[in-house]
């Protein structure tokens, strides 16, 4: 370590003018002040702003560092750093992923552009998607607002809609399906012919009677009755 030297106060001539005298006076109190720094620092080995303004070391073992701005960078890993603030913490990752800790909130973000951010008041936003959501304790998801995604949404249990599902009007086949080990369950749309279509392995049924095989049997007995000739009564006499 270096010698300490104290900083130089040039001395007075004796017939400094007043305002010479107050300039002197104003450079004696800082001059005062950057000393009872500097001993400070070098007595009691405390660092803060006012005597330190950048510290590089390989290494730092301390209880409390007080600094406006923190920035750490792994030697290991290009890319790599933490920075603290009087605002909050910022993770940046080599792949240039970063997470952003906050009071108003948590934020990750992605360099695909992807970004996930869980504010103050407990919402999610997925921005990539746009799905807001609140979940509670017991997993229990409760959506506000539009849910756009340009995937799938997998659910594990129930969905529970407000008011009204939108289905995509154009699209031939657009609707619901239930996934099942013997043949999917459908209900789908037509948009030319306006029509809705259930289609099911072992029929649809409704009230447990099996519509198609109702039809089917109502059809064949009409055909049976049509079969018939026309009983024609004779003239009366």
Known sequence: MGLWQSPKIPPLRGNETLEELREAYNRMANTNAMVYKDLDYLLNGFLDTLNIRELTADKIITGTLLAN?????????????????????????????????RETGFIAAYPSGVTVKINEGGFAIMKGGQVVFTVDNEGNGDYKGDVSVGASINVDNDVYI??????????????????????????????????????????VKLNGVNVVSSISSLEARVAALEARPIYVPPPAT
Do not use: Q
């Not at 920075?83 to 952003?100: A, F, N, Q, V, W």
């Not at 599902?165 to 080990?181: K, M, Q, T």
């Not at 749309?189 to 099911?200: E, F, R, V, Y």
């Open 162 to 203: 407000g008011d009204t599902l939108y289905i995509n009007p154009i699209s031939f086949g657009a609707g619901i399906r239930w996934v099942a080990a013997g043949g999917n369950i459908d209900i789908y749309i037509d948009p030319a012919g306006k029509a809705l279509n259930l289609t099911a392995p072992n029929g």
């Open 69 to 101: 701005l923190v920035t750490i960078k792994s030697a290991l890993a290009a890319g790599a750093e933490l920075t603290l603030d009087g605002h909050g913490i910022k993770l940046t990752y080599p792949s240039g992923m970063t997470i952003t800790l």
